[in-house]
């Protein structure tokens, strides 16, 4: 049981660590957006 406890936590961990990255990302791509529409306005 503990083996198994340990390894959904890993999965956990890492489904977390995705997440993390892929609102970072979509931050990353939200400014750079932002920086695109301020060059056409400019």
Known sequence: VDANM???S???QAL???QQLGIQALSIAN???QNV???FRG
């Open 6 to 8: 340990e390894e959904e």
């Open 10 to 12: 890993t999965k956990l």
């Open 16 to 18: 977390q660590v995705q």
């Open 31 to 33: 400014s750079s957006m």
């Open 37 to 39: 529409l301020s060059l």
